[in-house]
């Protein structure tokens, strides 16, 4: 029971530094292992399995706060079994994998949750209510991070065949369709952001950025870089274009004060 | 940028945006990412100049919407914006749209250099050294690489604060000065739309799998939709709603429509 809700306290920790904290990379395995290994007795275990499960999710970026499941998760259940259990990192990872399985459907659906809580957000602000939208962004962050604290209590304390049952019973297709609803999500944020955007003359440069990600599946920066000569030529065009117009606009006036001067 | 020109005051409540940036992914979600988060780091801005209800209420809205970054330089934008919605508060010379532009403009081009910075290099040498001590089960391995990563991360947190700010009270207040704040808002633009065009196929990962026999031979849909166009789904869901959105059909009404249409095309195997 102990070693289950601290081990589920790692989790909270774990998920609260990417969410709370500004992703100092506490989230890590290497630091993550160090601390189960701290709080379950073994501390150099700890460690080292930390430096080898670090080298296997070095890859795994995760970055810009998507829910850090798998390499923190896969972390600390991996070097909590290994220590409990004594056995080693590949077969204590490998008794990981239905709660990783599961925390990834949690994530999915916390993020279905949240997303649908963004109307409710939007009427807050509409009221100018910024302390709720300050009580909404810390309350999210620790529900977050507590559901994680709850899938390690579960975890350690049911062991890894019962959360195995608990995978098994929730239907494939729930599990797909939610993963398949939280991936078209992004496309309501983006549209609502490309409805700010939006000016017909300029429209067509959604199909330049559109094409260079999919067709050449260049970095993000590249096709900054592109954008960039477009915008910057743009916009010297538009300031020659307003230097010739202030210019005629001189001259205008000029006629039309000789114009006057004519009337007389 | 001179940092005297910073008053006391703004500087108080530039170091509010520093410390609250720290929970910017705190409500980060598929549909908003860390909108919510960008609004809550700089409300002590909008809060502070915004004297008129109405105003502030805009001023809140278009803070609000699909913002992701990197966490370690996200002040960066929130300290150019502050600069922009302190001077709109006073002159109301920007309008929400150039805001807006300048604001998704600097989107993807920071995350790719911070995403670089921060993911690719910062980490990788902290998480190397790391490692080679942890290896020997010493202490210092994780302490070292905690360390190695969050000073450049925090110093570039901190600063950026003020390096956004002090850009934003001389660049851009120079640019209205001149009247090409037009010309800066246009640009803006169009990096922001072609940054929305490459994020449409790069945060939507949307893709079908399903297969079916013709005459014997098994077809593969997304094969078949890739020699259409590349990325057709995640282009098509941006478009549908995108075109309930100009028809201004409530964000939650559409989210409700994905979440029905997503769960019923994965339930008959189409998604």
């Known amino acids: 029971m102990k070693?289950?809700?601290?081990?589920?306290?790692?989790?909270?920790?774990?998920?609260?530094?990417?969410?709370?904290?500004?992703?100092?990379?506490i989230k890590r395995p290497l630091v993550m292992s160090m601390l189960v290994g701290l709080v379950l007795?073994?501390?150099?275990?700890?460690?080292?399995?930390?430096?080898?499960?670090?080298?296997?999710f070095l890859g795994v970026t995760g970055i810009g706060g998507t829910l850090p499941s798998d390499s923190m998760v896969g972390a600390i259940f991996g070097t909590a079994f290994a220590i409990l259990s004594n056995s080693g990192s590949e077969i204590a990872l490998a008794l990981a994998v239905p709660i990783g399985i599961l925390s990834v459907f949690i994530r999915n659906l916390l993020f279905v949750i949240?997303?649908?809580?963004?109307?409710?957000v939007d009427?807050?602000?509409?009221?100018?209510?910024?302390?709720?939208?300050?009580?909404?962004?810390?309350g999210v962050a620790l529900s977050y991070s507590l559901t994680y604290f709850v899938?390690?209590?579960l975890g350690i304390s049911l062991g890894s065949s019962a959360v195995q049952s608990i995978v098994d019973a929730i239907p494939q297709n729930v599990m797909d369709a939610l993963t398949v609803v939280s991936q078209i999500l992004p496309a309501l944020g983006l549209a609502i952001l490309l409805n700010m955007l939006w000016e017909k003359k300029i429209a067509v440069f959604l199909l330049l950025g559109f094409v260079l990600a999919a067709y050449l599946e260049m970095p993000v920066i590249a096709i900054a870089l592109i954008a960039a000569v477009f915008a910057i030529y743009t916009a010297f065009k538009d300031l020659d274009l307003k230097k010739d117009l202030e210019s005629r606009t001189a001259v205008n006036t000029d006629l039309s004060v000789e114009e006057e001067f004519f009337d007389e | 940028m001179n940092n005297k020109q910073i008053s006391k005051e703004e500087k108080k409540l530039l170091n509010k945006v520093f410390w609250r940036s720290f929970l910017i992914y705190g409500s980060y979600n598929p549909m908003r990412a860390s909108g919510i988060g960008f609004l809550y780091a700089i409300m002590p801005f909008i809060n502070k100049y915004y004297i008129k209800e109405d105003e502030r209420i805009k001023a809140m809205q278009r803070n609000a919407e699909y913002y992701n970054i990197t966490s370690a330089i996200s002040t960066f934008p929130m300290g150019i914006i502050a600069s922009m919605e302190k001077e709109n508060s006073a002159t109301g010379k920007f309008d929400s749209y150039s805001i807006n532009a300048i604001k998704a403009s600097l989107m993807g081009p920071l995350s790719g250099i911070g995403d670089s910075f921060f993911w690719g290099t910062f980490r990788v040498i902290a998480a190397g050294i790391g490692i080679g001590l942890a290896e020997q089960g010493s202490i210092?391995?994780?302490?070292?690489?905690?360390?190695?990563?969050n000073i450049p991360a925090i110093a570039a947190r901190y600063y950026g604060t003020f390096l956004g700010y002090g850009l934003g009270e001389k660049y851009i207040k120079e640019a209205y000065e001149k009247g090409i704040i037009s010309t800066l808002t246009k640009a803006a633009g169009i990096l922001g739309i072609?940054?929305?065009?490459?994020?449409?196929?790069?945060?939507?990962?949307?893709?079908?799998?399903?297969?079916?026999?013709?005459s014997g031979m098994e077809y593969n849909l997304q094969d078949i939709l890739d020699q259409v166009l590349k990325g057709i789904l995640p282009l098509s869901a941006t478009m549908i709603c995108f075109f309930f959105v100009r028809k201004k059909v409530s964000a939650s009404k559409i989210m409700l429509g994905i979440i029905v249409v997503g769960a019923a095309l994965s339930l008959i195997g189409l998604l």
């Open chain 2, 194 to 214: 072609t940054m929305v065009g490459a994020m449409i196929y790069t945060t939507i990962g949307l893709q079908t799998g399903l297969k079916f026999n013709l």
């Open chain 2, 140 to 149: 210092l391995g994780p302490l070292l690489f905690l360390l190695l990563y």
């Open chain 1, 151 to 153: 899938i390690g209590f």
């Open chain 1, 114 to 120: 949240s997303s649908s809580l963004m109307p409710m």
């Open chain 1, 41 to 56: 007795g073994d501390l150099e275990t700890g460690i080292k399995m930390g430096a080898s499960l670090e080298l296997v």
């Open chain 1, 3 to 25: 070693e289950a809700f601290l081990v589920g306290l790692i989790m909270f920790i774990g998920m609260f530094s990417d969410n709370g904290m500004g992703d100092p990379m």
């Open chain 1, 123 to 138: 009427g807050f602000i509409e009221k100018g209510q910024d302390k709720k939208v300050s009580l909404f962004q810390i």
